[in-house]
Every structure is written in C-alpha cells, then in structure tokens.
C-alpha cells in the first residue's frame, strides 16, 4: 500500500479481555517497529521485526504482550488480559531494509486502545 | 543507555513569530537525531534528520535544527510559523537495536500552540 495501515483506528475493551491490532506495512519494506504512545511515558519502542523473525523484543513489558509477523508482512500485536495501564496508542512503523531505519521511517496513524 | 530531553512541554507562539525548540540527547556515539511531528489524530511524520555532515539541516515545512555536539543538542527551529504547525513535536535519537537496525528513543515531545 501507500502507506502504513493500521487497524482498528480505535479500541474500546474490558479489562481481562485479549485485543489484537495489525499493521500492515508499506509493500516490500522488511523491517517493521511496534511502539506504543502513553501519557506520562512518551513514546516507547516495543518490539522489532526483520522480516517474520523479532530479533529485538526488549520494550515488550509484559509476558501479556506478543506480536508476530507472517510471509514478511502484516503484524499482529496481541494483549492478553488487557489492563487499564495498558491504555495507549499503538504506533507501528516501516522500512525497507533494516539500515533504512537509520534514515527515518513511515509511521501508521495507530491504534487508540482504551481498556475501561 | 540513550536519552533523549525536551525541556518545555508546552510553547505558545504567535503566528509569524520565529520558534525555536529544543531537544539535548545522551549517547555514547555519533548519533542519529530526528524530529517528528505529530497532528491531532495522525502518525509521526518525519521533519528532518541527522546522521554525518553539514551540522545544519533543513527539513520539509521550512524547519531546520543545527545538531551542537559539545551542547549535545539538537534544536529545531522555524523563522515564521504558520496556523497549521500546530502540533505535538517529537526529538528522537537512534539507539542501534539487534542486527544493526535503528530502534528510536524519543523525547516526551512539546505541544505547539500557534496564536492568531
């Protein structure tokens, strides 16, 4: 596609439930970035994809929250049993190849979840 | 560990007022240094970008930031601001992630509010 797409744009959930929110990058970029978006802890990365394979899973927070990524493509970040503090924007983002992160990716809209 | 600093919060200037905001980073090598912005309900779009060279670089919008490595700064600046730079601005920095990728530590951004 032209750009990062990102789905759903917003999420409203119950606590306890599992949400799962895709991105689905700009066609043919190999690398792919999750982040999240919360008051008071600004942008933090969460997790990177080379390809299907996540060689960098440092910013996950919790064994609650996985993602995975198939035929190089589309991403699926899960949450399992969500809680309130997991209320955030859920950015994602691209680039063609690993090293074109150094010059700037391409950021999707994001996904607003809200556990209530 | 990186870091990123963007000391105001919130700026309020008035339309065709020169801005300047700032941004101090921590990292122990030749960074790579960002800016994005944000518009209410988007994704983060790319400003402009430092890596090598010239110290001053210009950005799409008319912005430029000038990377001050004994400051360890990187300000971003604008001679007149228009109505529609209203927005949420984010300094970011480049932290290598595994297998060489760039995985973003960004500041906690500064909300930019434009007078008539």
């Known amino acids: 596609g032209a750009g990062v797409s990102q789905s759903p744009s917003n999420k409203v959930t119950e606590k306890g439930k599992d949400v799962e929110l895709r991105c689905d990058p700009i066609s043919g970029h190999t690398a792919l970035y999750w982040y999240r978006q919360s008051l008071g802890q600004g942008l933090e990365f969460l997790i990177y994809?080379?390809?299907?394979?996540?060689?960098?899973k440092s910013g996950l927070p919790s064994d609650r929250f996985s993602a995975e990524r198939t035929g190089g493509s589309v991403s699926t970040l899960t949450i399992q049993r969500t809680q309130q503090e997991d209320s955030a924007v859920y950015l994602c983002?691209?680039?063609?190849?690993?090293?074109?992160?150094?010059?700037?990716?391409?950021f999707g809209s994001g996904t607003r979840l809200t556990v209530v | 560990a990186q870091s990123v600093t963007q000391p105001d919060i919130h700026i309020t200037v008035s339309e065709g007022a020169s801005l300047e905001l700032r941004c101090n980073y921590s990292?122990?090598?030749?960074?790579?240094l960002f800016w994005y912005v944000q518009s209410p309900g988007q994704g983060l779009q790319l400003l402009l970008k430092y890596f090598s060279g010239d110290t001053l670089v210009q950005g799409i919008k008319g912005f430029e930031a000038e990377f001050k490595r004994s400051q360890s700064s990187f300000n971003l600046r604008k001679p007149s601001v228009h109505w529609s730079d209203a927005a949420e601005y984010f300094c970011?920095?480049?932290?290598?992630?595994?297998?060489?990728?760039?995985?973003?530590?960004f500041g906690q951004g500064t909300r930019l509010t434009i007078n008539p």
């Open positions: 983002a691209s680039s063609l190849r690993r090293t074109d992160a150094n010059y700037g990716y391409t």
């Open positions: 994809f080379q390809g299907n394979s996540a060689p960098d």
């Open positions: 970011a920095v480049g932290a290598t992630a595994i297998q060489g990728a760039q995985k973003l530590v």
């Open positions: 990292y122990g090598a030749t960074p790579y």
